[in-house]
């Protein structure tokens, strides 16, 4: 037997037709597969315990969370197993706090919107790793560190501390947060996991099996990044944009580790730091993607690769080769000086042409 309990948010107001819908389908479809359970909905939220035999359970779920009348779908509790039913007599009892007057379901009430309100936003500030243990019902602070092979993406927008010092605070802010979105976007889309933001950095890593999306992920945001400054308007941030992206492939410890205050669910070693290093060195090497020589070779697609000759990284004993695409859009890199002198004559510009 497995119970689940989750909240999820409305995706436009809960009628009472819309509740009896669901309903109807729910009696049905959970009788035919004993599955039983209470569904309430107060406000924007819905809160549902469904229970059952697991296979049962885990297909109703998968059919509800690809219901577009609600999303954010938080799991709060996942038993199983779990010996008896709370509610054996209901294939889904339905209920809509909002019509009750009575002051304790009104404070129960209250106190669902307000727990699915807070999950929603703690669920935003955390780790998509964290988020799938919670919904697997694994308690993440006993999870094992563990040694792992992964390819490693270290990314960062080429020379963001010095253009934070020329901009309103707002529109970096907002610079930063472009960058991360479409560098996360194309991470999750290929198959990798973004581990990390630290200011403009992002430290994503991918299964070892997907070196080639990890490269496909930097190719689609340098693409992307190309259009966004095209269509940036004069003197704006977006004129500006661009990134550097370190891959390496190796051994890494993936586990908890923190303090008392904060922990995180992340992945430590030589692997990462060398991501790291490689990263700083594009704006050197003026190329936009640097990799690793193990990278390269455990590549399936055919990619033109252009050798940008040994390299002896800090922490390293020796020099040693690496690698970037043959490819006009990582070749598309400007040094920190080179965006300096942009930003300046660009600004100088904007002032002499611009009546504001
Ligand atoms: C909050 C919420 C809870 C739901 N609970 C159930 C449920 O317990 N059982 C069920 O069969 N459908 C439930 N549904 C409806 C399903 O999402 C789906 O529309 C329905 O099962 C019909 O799916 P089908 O068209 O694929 O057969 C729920 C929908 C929402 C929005």
Redesign the pocket.
């Known amino acids: 037997m497995k119970r689940i309990t989750y909240v999820?948010r409305a995706s436009k107001p809960i009628s009472q037709a819309t509740l009896d819908e669901?309903a109807t389908?729910?009696i049905?479809?959970?009788g035919r597969v004993n599955?039983t359970?209470i569904?309430l909905?107060g406000g924007d939220f819905?809160f549902?315990i469904?229970e059952g035999e697991e296979e049962a359970v885990d297909c109703?779920l998968d059919?509800?969370s690809?219901?577009s009348?609600?999303c954010e779908i938080q799991i709060l509790k996942l038993e199983n197993p779990t010996l008896n039913r709370q509610f054996p007599d209901w294939s889904?009892q339905t209920v809509r706090l909002d019509d009750m007057n009575d002051a304790l379901v009104q404070a129960a009430r209250v106190m669902l919107a307000n727990l699915a309100e807070s999950r929603g936003i703690l669920a935003r500030y955390t780790q998509p790793t964290i988020r799938n243990f919670l919904s697997q019902g694994i308690n993440p602070l006993k999870a094992p560190c563990q040694l792992e092979d992964k390819v490693v993406l270290f990314g960062d927008i080429a020379a963001f501390d010095l253009l934070s010092t020329f901009y309103p605070t707002e529109e970096v802010a907002e610079h930063a947060s472009c960058f991360l979105e479409i560098l996360s976007t194309a991470v999750v889309r290929n198959g990798g996991e973004v581990n990390k933001y630290m200011g403009s950095k992002v430290l994503a890593y991918f299964p070892i099996n997907h070196v080639d999306q990890a490269i496909r992920s930097c190719v689609e945001v340098l693409h992307a990044i190309k259009t966004l400054r095209a269509n940036a308007a004069q003197c704006r941030l977006r004129n500006f944009l661009y990134c550097g992206f370190g891959l390496t492939l190796g051994p890494v410890i993936e586990g908890n580790f923190g303090s008392s205050f904060k922990l995180d669910y992340t992945i430590l070693g030589n692997t990462v730091n060398m991501a790291a290093r490689l990263e700083s060195m594009t704006r050197l090497k003026g190329r936009a993607l640097l990799l690793e020589e193990s990278v390269k070779n455990a590549c399936r697609e055919a990619w033109r690769w252009e050798d940008v000759g040994p390299l002896q990284l800090k922490g390293q004993a020796t020099s040693s080769p690496y690698f970037s695409l043959e490819d006009e859009i990582t070749h598309d890199m400007r040094s920190v000086d080179e965006i300096l002198e942009q930003v300046v004559s660009t600004t100088e510009e904007h002032r002499r042409n611009c009546p504001c």
């Open positions: 999820s669901i389908i729910s049905q479809n959970n599955v359970g569904l909905s819905f549902q469904l109703a059919r509800i690809k219901d009348r609600h889904m």
